[in-house]
């Protein structure tokens, strides 16, 4: 992903990447959280409305979680989407559906979204006394490249990466 230097309505004067970063997230689309059933290979997504009204398979999105005490930054490319109904695997549900075609309370209504993920790229936040390690220094923190080490807590909120993050300065 390349970071433009400037873009509209993002304040060039604060060199503060900690802060550029909350900017940035701020502006972003939350298209749901991080579910159960995780690994660092591969993650899931409990979408929320407005992300499972989206074509997502295929794009970027981003988590940040506290790893070690230092916050990381985490780029995930979605790879499956998948919905499940789970009242409908239920054995008297089925048993009315062959009779019904569908059951207004539950078809469509109970369904759960989920997206799959797997980690692409993860950056650190250091504070600015471990930048001699980092390519990459600003006036109060550093961003390095490093490795998903463990897995984010559930429920960690999940962004979408846009054209208007893409061209985010740093």
């Not at 433009?4 to 503060?16: K, L, N």
């Not at 990459?136 to 080490?149: A, F, H, K, N, R």
Request: glycine residues 6%; negative net charge.
């Amino acid at each position: 992903m390349t970071i433009a230097t400037s873009a509209e309505g993002f304040d060039s004067s604060d060199t503060s990447i900690e802060s550029k970063l909350k900017s940035i997230i701020s502006k972003c689309v939350c298209i749901g959280s991080i579910g159960g059933n995780i690994s660092t290979d591969s993650l899931v997504i409990n979408l929320n409305s407005d992300g499972a009204r989206k074509k997502l398979r295929g794009k970027l999105v981003f988590f940040e979680f506290k790893e070690e005490n230092n916050t990381v930054y985490t780029i995930a490319q979605v790879s499956q989407i998948q919905g499940v109904n789970p009242v409908l695997d239920e054995h008297p549900i089925r048993t009315i559906l062959k009779e019904e075609n569908s059951i207004d309370s539950v078809s469509g209504v109970l369904d759960v979204h989920l997206a799959f993920m797997k980690p692409k790229a993860s950056y650190v936040l250091l504070p600015a006394e471990d930048k001699e390690n980092s390519n990459s220094t600003y006036e109060d923190y550093s961003l390095m490249q490093t490795v998903l080490g463990s897995v984010p807590p559930t429920d960690t909120l999940v962004y979408l990466v846009d054209e208007k993050i893409s061209q985010s300065p740093l």
